[in-house]
């Protein structure tokens, strides 16, 4: 079966908006043993749009379409469908309800845009949506299923969840597609490679090897994307299971997970409180920590000290500390955590301070200089990173590798 | 002039990666009067690649390609773009230098794997990457230009920046295509609509209109794709400047701007110095203060107060209030901005607490109800925000809101 996806509006090709649907949608159905063969971003043009439906039906079994829905007239979406579909528009009751139902008790007033919005092919069922007025639509037309959605992201989100995949999941789908993905933290993807040859070098070649390396870690993906069979999954499960006991704590986690989510389940093991003392990452650590939810469970704040006068009053670094070793120093961020511990009454913390950028730098600290550490009142780790001089990769880098640096310090130092 | 993107890598396929380097891209060229027109992802797959490759080489002029460049087996790019072009793949002496000057002075061994690295398309002219290992390409073909970069986001920006931006700046491109954007907060697209429609009823035909709605703001596109004139740019401009002058300070700003970004340049105007207290947005609100180069010039700091203990002792909330009216109250924002304001010495502070979800919803204050308030130790505006079940859009939303708040406080409070 082959999947595609075609997301419409001009806003992502500028690059005004990023694409996060393609991957949520990419995600969404991979339970389903479902994967998607074929991506297209294309401005909401007539020309493009009917050619790229041409070019997305031929190739394909299943079709996501997101965007251009909505009430505006930059909303083409549905015209498009019906013209490529050789249907008419109809006005839908059901979707005129639903923007009732929605605007009446917070007085909304409805008007023609409205009217307009309800015009929907006639040989479309319509996909419940909560989240917004554009309901969505499902067309089934030989045999190839065409589901439009939404371009906001919780709308696109809710009609998949509540009528797409519930819809998928009712007819037989063979799993032609099966992928494990190991996160690796610490080494290169070259390294990664070299150690695992002798584990992975004689596997069946329909085992492909994927290396995904990002900030302080590599993600290591084995697919099987035809002829899957029970052995083949046993034998790549048994690569996963092998490579994992090579990089024993080095491994953060597998498949769809994250750093900051692993680490949150064993400090909630372990019935630790973390915190964080930050300056230049300015709360993207605190951020990457409360993003999971359930995190209050081990989470009990942090301070954000981004001028010297809070290090001092929040955190306890002594003035001497920062006059004779900077406020980027090994030293500083030592007092750091030890003085969020104090203060904030925590089991561990990490702290970070440096130059960001992508100004501000010194000969002695130049922009990329930035100090971070973990640890208790006690015993604190510590690591000088130099990094780039572009801000939202530094403050990026500098968070995830806190993280790592707090998840060895636990590695060495809790039981 | 047509132009594509090529983003190549089962990872955005399967969802694990969102595709950032696309939005990037249309970003950095938008200045030379370049648009994207068409944007494919594919997995890494030889026939989904040489298939690509014809489709793009057929509907384009310039043509950009990510990942698929680096030192392991499932990085195929360079073979299959010397398959399609009919040239074979030569050892780079200045690929392996590069490599080299990397390696040595951080006593990185140089593999097999690294050797493989340096083998290119013989047509290609290489491009500096000072991020990482793998170059970027260039190949001049029957008048097209296709230049591939590593998937890594900051190497890909690197090339762009100092290779690719300079080379297409030195060859006469027509400006065929501009647009100016306008973010306006507070207003549905709907509202927009209904309200502009006087101004640009009459419009010239060839200027199109765009609405890319988000979180509490909206973003307004006029843009001219062909026949660009500049009467027609002037016409364009002055509907942009009536459009600003219908919403005035409702306006956020211009073109590739954010509300954190504007929002900065008001407190550096001013003098004024902002800081936060986050109870359920974990220091998101501050991330995005920090995001902004220098914002340390009116970013003072952030106390993120998960539990009530830390709200009572770092931002003064008395135990009588969270007794009486919840942490999740109006009253309970009320007082973390007057206390952080106090004890960080602010101008101006912003507060939040509420329930970000999917669990923890009360009777009284269900999953989605969030206060926040902006003002200081005398004047302080809050609002009250029932948003909806999914933890991430809540933390984003309400991140966004306490912004626009602040903002509001501003224009109403502040000379």
């Known amino acids: 079966m082959k999947v595609s996806i075609i997301t419409i509006g001009d806003e992502i090709l500028i690059g005004q908006v990023i694409d996060s649907n393609s991957a949520k949608i990419g995600q969404m159905v991979q339970d389903l043993g479902i994967r998607i063969n074929h991506k297209w971003s294309i401005s909401d043009n007539r020309e493009e749009m009917l050619y790229t439906f041409d070019q997305a039906n031929q190739k394909s079994d299943i079709i996501f379409v997101t965007g251009g829905l909505g009430p505006t007239e930059d909303d083409i979406t549905k015209e498009i469908l019906a013209e490529f579909f050789q249907t008419k528009l109809v006005f839908s009751d059901q979707s005129f309800e639903h923007i009732k139902a929605l605007f009446l008790p917070r007085n909304i007033k409805i008007t023609d845009r409205h009217h307009r919005q309800c015009m929907i092919p006639e040989n479309a069922r319509l996909l419940d949506n909560q989240m917004g007025t554009a309901l969505g639509l499902h067309i089934e037309s030989d045999g190839k299923h065409w589901f439009a959605m939404p371009g906001v992201p919780y709308e696109m989100e809710y009609i998949m969840k509540h009528e797409v ?171 750091m955590v030890k003085g969020s511990c104090d203060k904030l009454k925590l089991d561990i913390a990490i702290a970070v301070s440096g130059i960001a950028g992508p100004d501000g730098g010194t000969a002695e600290a130049p922009v990329g200089t930035i100090w971070i550490a973990a640890g208790n009142t006690s015993i604190v780790k510590t690591r000088k990173l130099q990094l780039s001089k572009d801000r939202k990769r530094n403050i990026e880098a500098a968070a995830y590798y806190s993280l790592i640096l707090a998840w060895e310090w636990i590695s060495e130092h809790s039981s």
Do not use: W
């Open 165 to 335: 995949i519930p819809y998928l999941q009712s007819f037989e789908i063979t799993k032609e597609s099966y992928h494990r993905t190991i996160h690796i933290m610490g080494v290169s993807e070259t390294q990664i490679a070299d150690r695992i040859a002798p584990i992975i070098g004689k596997r069946n070649n329909l085992i492909q090897i994927a290396y995904l390396p990002s900030l302080g870690n590599v993600r290591l993906r084995l697919t099987v994307d035809e002829n899957l069979t029970e052995e083949i999954k046993r034998e790549l499960e048994d690569y996963i299971f092998q490579i994992g006991q090579v990089y024993g704590t080095a491994v953060i986690g597998y498949d769809y997970t994250s750093l900051e989510y692993e680490l949150g389940t064993i400090l909630k093991s372990k019935g630790m409180m973390i915190g964080t003392a930050e300056s230049c990452t300015g709360g993207y650590v605190s951020h990457l920590l409360t993003s999971i939810p359930g995190s209050s469970a081990y989470f009990k704040g942090a301070i954000i000290a981004y001028t010297n006068e809070m290090k001092m009053q929040f955190c306890n670094v002594a003035l001497e500390t920062l006059m004779k070793f900077t406020a980027v120093s090994e030293e500083t961020v030592i007092e």
